[in-house]
């Protein structure tokens, strides 16, 4: 839990334990974020999920252009 916190594919609220209440992102974003931070170590196996998702109509990895 705390490897996914510090990664910030989640975030943690501390009541009574470290781990009251967790809020999970959406990790193709969290995915996103990192690789645009240049902090995936194996780019090949980005790059194989973003082709992946393209393939079944995610449209998570497709940046959208604003006019």
Known sequence: MKLLRDLQFI???????????VLIWNPHLVLKSLAS??????????????KRAIDIGCKDFIEVKSE
């Open 11 to 21: 975030d943690t609220k501390e009541v009574s334990h470290e781990f009251s209440y």
């Open 37 to 50: 931070n240049q902090k995936i170590p194996r780019m090949e196996f980005y790059n194989s999920l973003v």
